[in-house]
């Protein structure tokens, strides 16, 4: 079954980019097999997993990256903005406020998926956020 919805933050209104979550591979079609590590594909922006596949907007995948990356530790609202925007040059960055929408997009692909309770992400007031993944990492 495969649920497919548009994000409502700013980057979907300019462009809309569709992002879905798949119980098949998103390149051969074939069934997921149910593993419990978690793989993520740059050049596909998809995260597998559990039998399920995320694919998203980028800068979705790329806040995912950073805090599974650097899980458990705690990321803060400007480090992932820099991460995001650092490499841009032009003066039209949107506002930190953004990341809290982000997140909170984030948190509703994760939920769609049925992986909310393996990829737990917390607010942690007045720092950041962090992920509490019980997936191990795929090396």
Do not use: Q
């Not at 119980?23 to 995260?47: F, M, N, Q, R, W």
């Not at 948190?107 to 990829?119: M, Q, T």
């Amino acid at each position: 079954m495969t649920k497919t919805y548009i994000a409502p933050d700013l980057e979907t209104k300019l462009d809309p980019v569709k992002y879905s979550v798949d119980k098949v591979c998103p390149t051969c079609s074939h069934e997921l097999e149910y593993t419990e590590a978690l793989v993520l594909d740059k050049d596909g922006l998809t995260i597998t997993g559990y039998g399920v596949s995320m694919k998203m907007p980028k800068t979705k995948f790329e806040i995912f990256e950073k805090l599974y990356a650097d899980s458990p530790k705690v990321v803060s609202k400007e480090n992932i903005f820099n991460y995001l925007y650092s490499l841009e040059h032009d003066c039209d960055w949107p506002e930190i406020k953004i990341i809290d929408v982000m997140m909170c997009n984030l948190r509703s692909i994760i939920r769609e998926s049925g992986l909310e309770e393996k990829l737990k992400i917390e607010t942690i007031w007045g720092v950041g956020y962090r992920m509490i993944p019980e997936i191990k990492h795929e090396k």
